[in-house]
């Protein structure tokens, strides 16, 4: 199937390691141009190396707003425009203290709002604009997360439905995805593997595949909810977690 992304353009915030690096080598390989942005400098300039010429990034923590503005006009200077954006950052406050509630709001809440807001000029003028927001299933039902973490994914799936009501007669679509548990280097269930062994014999019993996800099975979904292929989906919550959940989504 042809995604028809070849010549678009997309931000990816975290697109250094797991799903966000994901996302963004798999639109690199439908002939996107993209840009990504993470907290580490070394980290974005080798991820960016590694896309070809022509791609952009910077290191910027997502919870300052002014930053995210000027990444996001930069990487419209630099890239000639913006089709699509992928807010993926979690602040991953699974703790309950006042502390993991205030990171979480400004991470995961205004970290995607600050971005759509800034993306919204560009997202505008393109034939193809889309808002894909990476959520969880941890915002669908209430697991060993909840509390700021399971809260504001929720919310995310809530602002991502607004969207895709309130900026349809534009012609832009928003879409959610909610990962179920996914693994990888560096990530945090390989932290939790290595520190709380216990927790992860917990977590990865509960899947009945008996593994856990991998990154590129969460961003072929992003990508193609992000994709003209997609072009009558807006409003949705795509589920991708290997039948770990069981609410039924009407």
Not at 26 to 36: D, N, R
Not at 66 to 84: C, K, M, R, Y
Not at 195 to 202: G, H, K, S, V, W
Request: with cysteine; proline share 4%; hydrophobic share 50%.
């Amino acid at each position: 199937m042809d995604l028809g992304l070849a010549g678009k353009t997309a931000l990816i915030t975290g697109g250094t390691k797991g799903i966000g690096r994901a996302i963004a080598e798999i639109l690199v390989a439908e002939g996107v141009k993209v840009s990504i942005c993470a907290r580490n400098p070394a980290e974005v300039a080798q991820a960016v190396a590694s896309f070809g010429e022509g791609h952009f990034g910077q290191a910027l923590d997502v919870s300052d707003t002014a930053a995210v503005t000027a990444w996001v006009e930069a990487s419209a200077q630099h890239l000639g425009g913006i089709d699509v954006v992928v807010p993926n950052v979690s602040a991953l406050a699974v703790s309950r203290d006042a502390a993991a509630w205030k990171a979480g709001f400004e991470t995961d809440i205004m970290g995607t709002v600050s971005l759509v807001d800034a993306a919204m000029p560009w997202l505008e003028k393109s034939d193809a604009g889309s808002i894909v927001v990476i959520s969880s299933v941890s915002g669908r039902e209430v697991d060993f997360a909840a509390g700021p973490y399971g809260a504001f994914k929720a919310a995310l799936i809530h602002y991502a439905q607004g969207l895709a009501f309130q900026l349809a007669p534009k012609t832009i679509r928003a879409n959610s995805v909610s990962p179920g548990n996914t693994y990888f280097p560096g990530g945090v269930w390989e932290n939790i593997e290595n520190t709380m062994p216990d927790l992860f014999r917990e977590a990865l019993a509960l899947n009945p595949t008996g593994r856990m996800g991998r990154p590129e099975e969460i961003a072929r979904a992003a990508v193609f909810l992000a994709s003209p292929a997609a072009s009558f989906i807006t409003g949705t919550n795509l589920v991708v977690d290997g039948a770990l959940t069981r609410g039924v989504q009407f």
